[in-house]
């Protein structure tokens, strides 16, 4: 156990046991699943179990309907959401392209003001982006699987209606969990409705984007560019063409760091671990059909 995990256990008035006593788990190991699925078939009394990050494709195999599941979503959305604000505007301003010039050059880029923008996703990171966008006026359209509107948004859209939400869209940000729905959710005829000068920017998982399509549409110069913080790979290879491209820029993963995260999961963990003594409905938890 983390010591930084105990402290968070204690802190929600919980106590550090061993397997065998315990009705809850707090699982720190990002991607094992088989011995997360050992230890519950070991110990079939523990009640809820605590995933680490907001992404749980490695554990879908293991979710089950006989206890509560809760993750990381949400708590990472601050940051998550303040670097795709940032990949956005450096890449409609040209500042990703300018920094790869060896000497003055001609004038570049659009505003973020007054844009047209399209988020992918109705989650914790939109909901703070559509706050992040408040001050640059720009006309935001959210797709997600229900149409309920988000504050912040000047419309809310089903996914059924995502190629209509991207025609001329000068940026589009990818913030949806992955799941087999939105797996190649953007593919060449998504982008190609983009606006020529519109930046992708994706901070949720490299697989929402179909990568061969993107990288022939940024060869063409069919858009702007793309600003990338996951990868389908991941990690990139050190010879892949998008590295090259003078209109991506990749970041390896980095929307939420292990600096930035500790405080905060250090905190969902504390409350949630106090919601479950008290008896009370846990945060962030997890739908075990839909997969996130």
Known sequence: MRPWLADAIRDGGGEVVPSEQ??????????DPAALNRLLQAHPDI???????AGIEPYLG?????????SGK???????????????????????TYARRDRWSEPQGTNLLG???????????????????????????VVRRTAELLPGANRVV????????????????????????TRGIVARPQLERMSPRGWLVNVARGPNVVTDDLVAVLREERIGGA?????DPEPLPADHPLWSLPNAVITPHVGNTLEMAMPLLTRRIAENVRRFAAGEPLIGVVDPDRGY
Do not use: C, M, N
């Not at 303040?82 to 956005?88: F, K, Q, R, V």
């Open 227 to 231: 600003a990338l913080d996951v990868t």
């Open 62 to 70: 293991v979710l089950d309907h006989d206890r509560v599941w809760t």
């Open 115 to 141: 844009a047209k923008v399209v988020i992918l996703g109705g989650g914790g990171i939109t909901e703070s982006l559509l706050r992040l966008f408040g001050p640059f006026d720009a006309d935001v359209t």
């Open 74 to 96: 949400g708590v990472y959305a601050e940051p998550v959401a303040e670097h795709a604000l940032g990949l956005l505007i450096a890449g409609l301003r040209g500042v990703v």
């Open 22 to 31: 315990a009705e809850a788990l707090v699982w720190a190991e990002t991607s």
């Open 47 to 53: 009640r809820w179990v605590q995933l680490p990050w």
């Open 158 to 181: 089903v996914t059924d209606e995502l190629d209509d939400a991207l025609t001329d869209a000068e940026g589009v940000v990818v913030a949806l969990a992955l799941t087999p729905e």
